[in-house]
């Protein structure tokens, strides 16, 4: 009895390495095979800056570059998963701004981040694209000003796109809001802001076949 039941478990063993190996070799072929999938890079300019909450007291916008790479994971003809790893630079790189780092007039926060955004892109042309977007921070500088520490090292937010693909390259442009602060700033007693990221990013990109 006990050498039948070995016999089954060996075969159930063997029936479910198959399964697992055939499930692999599919989504191998998803991942490298349909459609337009294939890995990419993509770079710009943006227009970068802080809000008071949440598209709350934006300040003036200052200018700050991204570049990453993208792997598009096409579904069908008119909806592809697209994650990217990318850096950006963010926060307010204006002096002589008024915005929600300062009352006086004269602030230059700097913060660069790695971004991850996990996008959904639909369509081709024109497409759009909407996702969560999730930053770890690498630098921060601040000048003129005196503000306490970040609170941590990550940013969330949501990220929505439109673009359009020529081929193998692409122009999108981007708009990303932060929904957690990255810190807060006392400005007089009692009243603190609470700041998050914005940008509006214009990129051009090339995907490989």
């Known amino acids: ?52 909450g949440f598209l709350e007291t934006v300040s003036a916008p200052g200018v700050g570059i991204h570049l990453g790479g993208f792997y598009n994971l096409e579904i069908n003809d008119n909806f592809s998963f697209r994650p990217k790893l990318m850096y950006s630079q963010q926060g307010d790189r204006t002096e002589n701004n008024s915005g929600p780092l300062t009352t006086s007039g004269e602030s230059a926060y700097k913060i660069d981040y790695i971004s991850i955004p996990l996008e959904a892109k639909f ?22 000003i005196v503000l306490q520490e970040l609170e941590d090292g990550f940013d969330i937010g949501v990220r929505l796109g439109i673009g359009y693909d020529i081929n193998n390259i692409f122009i ?19 009243f603190t802001n609470k700041i998050t990221n914005t940008t509006l990013q214009l990129s051009v990109g090339y995907q490989f076949n």
């Open 1 to 52: 009895m006990s050498f039948l039941i070995t016999i089954l478990n060996v075969q159930i063993c063997e029936i479910m390495k198959k399964i697992i190996l055939t499930l692999c070799s599919s989504l191998l072929m998803v991942a490298l095979g349909w459609g337009q999938s294939g890995f990419g890079v993509f770079g710009g300019l943006g227009a970068v800056t802080t809000s008071n």
């Open 123 to 144: 369509f081709s042309k024109p497409f759009i694209t909407v996702g969560p977007q999730i930053g770890f921070l690498i630098n921060s500088s601040v000048e003129n």
């Open 172 to 190: 999108e442009l981007s708009a990303y809001q932060g929904i957690q602060p990255t810190l807060e700033v006392l400005i007089v007693d009692d």
